[in-house]
T-cell receptor, first 111, second 110 residues
Framework: SQTIHQWPATLVQPVGSPLSLECTVE??????LYWYRQAAGRGLQLLFY??????ISSEVPQNLSASRPQDRQFILSSKKLLLSDSGFYLC??????????FGPGTRLTVT | QKEVEQDPGPLSVPEGAIVSLNCTYS??????FMWYRQYSRKGPELLMY????GNKEDGRFTAQVDKSSKYISLFIRDSQPSDSATYLC??????????FGDGTTLTVKP
């Protein structure tokens, strides 16, 4: 069966510090992968998606970037965090036509 | 105007009640319709998935899609305290990106 991992689970970082969040998927090959951010009490904002190694599409201009160095690895990064980057970050992979399966998420607080 | 509008809630019902959760959308190209359940501080989990119009039933859950009205619903029968969560609707035009509603928080009181 397929499993999706995210780490860390919780992160507190000062403004201006770098960020690296990692997502890995097990049990499938060449998945479509997604990064979302969820603000408190809100829906999901798509940040990036990837259809293959090295292929990244950005949905929202911001100081975040994403990379896909391996088939089942998706990384979200920032060189300098802003207060507005705080939120719940979710990685997902797509199965079938449109349904997505989400990881446990990383709760990021920028202070 | 957002592409997907979801009844904001919050919604509080007694145990055993029938719950109706609803979303409307503006993009007639949407073909795939999903409902996700999200417990507090957890990632969303897929509940129901429907292609095009019609009904789909899975245990106590029924998803309805009315493409002519651009309206989708999720019904929960015999609601349980364990159903207390935030429910997110999502939809997409084709295989790939989904657009999500903002979620409705449901509390089922014992």
């Amino acid at each position: 069966s397929q499993t999706i991992h995210q780490w860390p689970a919780t992160l507190v970082q000062p403004v201006g510090s770098p960020l690296s969040l990692e997502c890995t998927v097990e049990g499938t090959s060449n998945p479509n992968l997604y990064w979302y951010r969820q603000a408190a009490g809100r829906g999901l904002q798509l940040l990036f998606y990837s259809v293959g190694i090295g292929q990244i599409s950005s949905e929202v201009p911001q100081n975040l970037s994403a990379s896909r160095p391996q088939d089942r690895q998706f990384i979200l990064s920032s060189k300098k965090l802003l207060l507005s980057d705080s939120g719940f970050y979710l990685c997902a992979w797509r199965a079938g036509e449109s349904e997505q399966y989400f990881g446990p998420g990383t709760r990021l607080t920028v202070t | 105007q957002k592409e997907v509008e979801q009844d904001p809630g919050p919604l509080s019902v007694p145990e055993g009640a029938i719950v109706s959760l609803n979303c409307t959308y503006s993009n007639s190209a949407f073909q795939y319709f999903m409902w996700y359940r999200q417990y507090s501080r957890k990632g969303p989990e897929l509940l129901m998935y429907t292609y095009s119009s019609g009904n789909k039933e899975d245990g106590r859950f029924t998803a309805q899609v009315d493409k002519s009205s651009k309206y989708i619903s999720l019904f929960i029968r015999d609601s349980q305290p364990s159903d207390s969560a935030t429910y997110l609707c999502a939809m997409s035009r084709n295989a790939g990106k989904s657009t999500f509603g903002d979620g409705t928080t449901l509390t089922v009181k014992p």
